[in-house]
């Protein structure tokens, strides 16, 4: 899986069209990220699990991605989503295993 840096087109847009709004979500990002212990990786695995819980697709890839570049693996990313099966049941769970093979190269 590789690990791309470029934003999606999407949002890209909603930096050009709405900065001042984009730069505070990326602080209160930043900010909550930083106010406790847990590590990038960490975080990002459990946004991946909470974007997957809610369907979110953007949100998977974006969350996937960013976990890897934090230092996860292909199969932290898989098994923090297969945890879910019994809390927001398979369906959900195989949909966002599939998200994240759309970010393979």
Request: no cysteine; proline share 4%; net charge neutral.
């Amino acid at each position: 899986m590789s690990v791309s840096d470029q934003p999606t087109s999407h949002y890209q847009y909603l930096l050009k069209t709405f900065p001042d709004v984009m730069a505070a979500v990326e602080q209160v990002g930043s900010t909550i990220r930083q106010a406790g212990p847990l590590d990038r990786k960490t975080t990002e695995l459990i946004q991946l699990a909470v974007a997957a819980a809610t369907q979110s697709t953007g949100a998977v890839h974006s969350h996937a991605r960013r976990a890897l570049a934090a230092g996860a693996t292909r199969q932290e990313l898989e098994h923090a989503l297969l945890v879910l099966i019994s809390t927001v049941g398979f369906p959900k769970v195989a949909a966002a295993l599939s998200w994240i093979e759309e970010i393979s190269a």
